[in-house]
């Protein structure tokens, strides 16, 4: 896997943009904090950019999977890199409407490129490789987070915020660059599928695939609850840091979650194999609903950090492991619609748990919040193991032409 040259320009893509995209998300959320003062208003930006991807999800998965998915991850690039210009008028006029324009066309690129990377991957690495590269692409991700982060910080206390974001603009740059250097045979199929050979290219034909797919199903619901957390990720991180009247812990926070994270990465190769990832993601899940209870606690700055630590470790694991069977049970010609469906999933639970964190955090407050999501995530493990316990799911090993 290590000789192959699409491998390291991945892995190099995605670091250089994880600082460019996690030195915006400190802009925006420092932007936000000075225009917007309700945490319900905030989620509400948040909310509309996030609606955009749902909508052009079904679009997105049927273009992936009939042309080429490098071209696709070209053309978005772009978008992604444009993008950044709305933010320069938002700070240069202080407007929101300019924001929530970049948060919408950032939003787009983001729904095709990520299920375009996500199908491009399988055809890259070997099946047995798969849960290897899904997790050393986690960790480079979490590396460039922290690294983003950090230099964030340090950036805004020297420097102004449009400085933030231009750095931000020519990582997205650099990476559109490096997306003309991958290399990869798409398989004699991708013709067909273009000439009708493999059906309408319809987003329906997806469903009729799960249902014959239970494991992939059974995923799919257990990712509910990581999304609970990372829902209001960013929102509840600004919380701890006005609880406990810290500016510092952001960064902090952010840091012990994402060494977490990639220990959690690294590890998940020497735990899991075929016949134990359902089990492990039900155990993995378990550990997220109890970082989400901790968080009773987050008026302590070191249980806000153990709360985050916990959540690091177990979605480090957990999301892997979910890429891999994901990846490796899904037919292949169905990769661009499955993972676009997934993202449009993921999006309209984040939207759902934005929204609800937002409202929490103004009524009842973060403390609260955190018991009433960890017990919902409990009872959501709780209700479909003794499900999968009654009735076992038959993993059914699914051959790609």
């Not at 509400?44 to 679009?59: D, E, M, N, R, T």
């Amino acid at each position: 896997m290590w000789r192959n040259r699409n491998v390291w320009i991945i892995l190099l893509g995605e670091f250089i943009a994880g600082i460019g995209l996690w030195t915006g998300i400190i802009g925006n959320l420092e932007f936000m904090q000075a225009q917007v003062p309700s945490d319900f208003a905030k989620a509400l930006i948040l909310f509309i950019g996030l609606l955009a991807g749902v909508l052009v999800g079904p679009y997105a998965g049927k273009i992936i999977d009939l042309y080429s998915k490098k071209k696709v991850m070209i053309y978005s690039g772009f978008v992604r890199m444009f993008s950044v210009c709305f933010m320069f008028l938002a700070i240069e006029y202080q407007s929101i409407i300019f924001m929530i324009l970049f948060m919408i066309t950032i939003q787009l690129s983001a729904a095709f490129y990520f299920p375009a990377l996500q199908s491009s991957i399988p055809l890259i690495v070997a099946d047995k490789d798969l849960l290897q590269m899904n997790g050393v692409h986690m960790n480079v991700s979490t590396i460039s987070r922290i690294a983003g982060t950090a230099l964030a910080g340090a950036m805004l206390i020297i420097m102004s915020l449009s400085s933030l974001y231009l750095a931000s603009m020519v990582a997205y740059g650099i990476l559109f660059m490096l997306t003309f250097l991958l290399n990869f045979d798409e398989g004699p199929e991708a013709k067909d599928r273009k000439n009708g050979a493999k059906g309408s290219g319809s987003f329906k034909e997806v469903l009729p695939v799960l249902k014959e797919t239970p494991i992939a199903l059974t995923v799919l619901i257990l990712t509910i609850v990581p999304m609970l957390f990372i829902g209001g990720f960013n929102l509840m991180v600004i919380n701890i840091s006005e609880l406990q009247d810290d500016q510092t812990i952001k960064s902090l926070i952010y840091t012990v979650e994402g060494i977490c994270f990639m220990i959690g990465a690294f590890a998940v190769k020497k735990l899991s194999n075929d016949n134990n990832m359902v089990q492990l993601m039900f155990i993995f899940a378990g550990l997220i609903a109890v970082a989400h209870l901790t968080l009773f606690f987050a008026d302590m700055k070191i249980m806000s950090l153990v709360s985050f630590g916990i959540f690091g470790l177990a979605v480090g694991c957990f999301f892997p492991i979910a890429s891999t069977i994901f990846q490796t049970k899904i037919p292949r010609e169905y990769h661009g619609r499955f993972f676009s469906f997934r993202n449009m999933l993921d999006r309209v639970m984040f939207q759902v748990v934005l929204l609800g964190t937002g409202l929490f955090l103004d009524t009842i407050g973060l403390q609260m919040m955190a018991i009433i999501f960890g017990l919902l995530s409990l009872t959501l493990i709780v209700m479909y193991a003794l499900k999968l316990f009654r009735q076992p799911i038959r993993v059914v090993k699914q051959e790609t032409p």
